[in-house]
């Protein structure tokens, strides 16, 4: 079965910092991943996927991550953190339940950003 | 409207009301999935339907009752509701030809039962 891991619950980072969000997954196959983005109260917005192809994928607001298949993980980073990138952020691998898709999701890091 | 809106964004009810959670996509798609989010415990996949045919039950009690009239309406319909229950209900949809598990998800109904 497929998992995500997330060793990170909780990471404090000063603005204007570099970040690093780890994620390592398992699954059987080539995976499809994503990273995922939730500010208090709302829904989880996409930021970034890996389907195939290059390695490094840059995502929206300033994101990427690379997918490191020798060590089954695909790492969030940003160069420089802004205060408003303070939210959780979950990682999740791509599968399939009968015809459709379903994905699996960490239990989240939770980003606070100090000014 | 434009991507998954959800409605109502808040709800209280008691433990012997019924209410039903609205999920609309305006993204062409034709998946569409009900989770719940409750405090510091993983997001829980609840139910998928593909092509307006229920394809996963998660061990849902019965007091969760979804309905797919069409590929762009997901309703989740609750009775006799539990404390336990109180959880952000978030809904998604995806496209399944060739998204390949991409999904995008509403704001979520943030639900209280006392």
């Known amino acids: 079965a497929q998992s995500v891991t997330q060793p990170d619950i909780h990471i404090t980072v000063s603005e204007g910092a570099s970040l690093e969000l780890r994620c390592n997954y398992s699954y059987g196959a080539t995976p499809y991943l994503f990273w995922y983005v939730q500010s208090p109260g709302q829904g989880l917005q996409l930021l970034l996927k890996y389907f195939s192809g290059d390695t490094l994928v840059q995502g929206i607001k300033g994101f990427e991550a690379e997918f490191k298949r020798s060590q089954s993980s695909f790492n969030l980073r940003k160069p420089s953190v802004h205060w408003s990138d303070a939210a959780e952020y979950f990682c999740a691998v791509g599968g399939f339940t009968g015809t459709a898709s379903k994905l699996t999701f960490g239990t989240g890091t939770r980003l606070q950003v100090t000014l | 409207e434009t991507g998954v809106t959800q409605t109502p964004r808040h709800l209280v009810m008691g433990m012997t009301n019924k209410k039903s959670l609205k999920c609309e996509q305006h993204?062409?798609?034709?998946?569409m999935y009900w989770y719940k989010q409750s405090a510091k415990k993983p997001l829980e996949l609840m139910f998928v339907?593909?092509?307006?045919?229920?394809?996963e039950n998660n061990s849902v009690p019965s007091r969760f009752s979804p309905e797919c009239p069409n590929s762009s309406h997901l309703f989740l319909h609750l009775h006799t509701l539990q404390p336990e229950d109180s959880a952000l209900y978030l809904c998604a949809s995806s496209q399944e030809a060739y998204r390949r598990g991409e999904q995008y998800f509403g704001p979520g109904t943030r639900l209280t039962v006392t």
């Open positions: 993204l062409g798609h034709n998946a």
């Open positions: 339907y593909s092509l307006e045919e229920r394809v």
